[in-house]
């Protein structure tokens, strides 16, 4: 099971989420969280804040990102692509953000957040973390990313 974070950004205001469009790799052209996989060396924390600085240009102190929400990832047609997936949040964020090889970072208000553009499962949790609510979830995935099952545990 790959162990693997996000990390979502929210303004000073709480009127807007930075997603990040991918420009290349997995799901390219869909926006995303900054974040995934951890390295050997590394704490969960600290691979979110690497992940970050290297998609964004966010580099922020460790103790800035607070976990959280849970996801579990599973994709049945590539088991070894299962992840348990660790969300924090970086609050009250008023910086610059860089376009990088990777991620195209861009301001959403919550109120306009692209669904159809992002994962199915952000649809599910991400209206609930908007209120603050705990969430855990269980997807499971199919070869096109589409959701064969969920399972809300929290």
């Given at each position: 099971m790959i162990q693997a974070n996000l990390v979502l950004v929210f303004d000073w205001e709480w009127k807007n989420v930075l997603l990040c469009m991918k420009k290349r790799g997995f799901w390219v052209g869909k926006y995303n969280w900054a974040g995934w996989k951890v390295q050997w060396d590394e704490t969960i924390a600290e691979a979110a804040k690497r992940e970050l600085?290297?998609?964004t240009w966010i580099n922020?102190?460790?103790?800035?990102l607070k976990k959280v929400w849970y996801f579990h990832f599973f994709f049945a047609h590539k088991p070894e692509w299962d992840q348990d997936v660790t969300l924090y949040k970086l609050e009250w964020y008023t910086w610059e953000v860089k376009e990088t090889e990777e991620m195209k970072p861009e301001w959403f208000s919550i109120d306009e957040i692209p669904y159809d553009k992002m994962w199915d499962d952000d649809s599910y949790w991400m209206p609930r973390i908007l209120k603050w609510e705990e969430v855990e979830y269980e997807f499971t995935f199919d070869e096109n990313g589409k959701i064969i099952k969920h399972t809300q545990i929290k």
């Open positions: 600085e290297e998609e922020v102190p460790l103790e800035s």
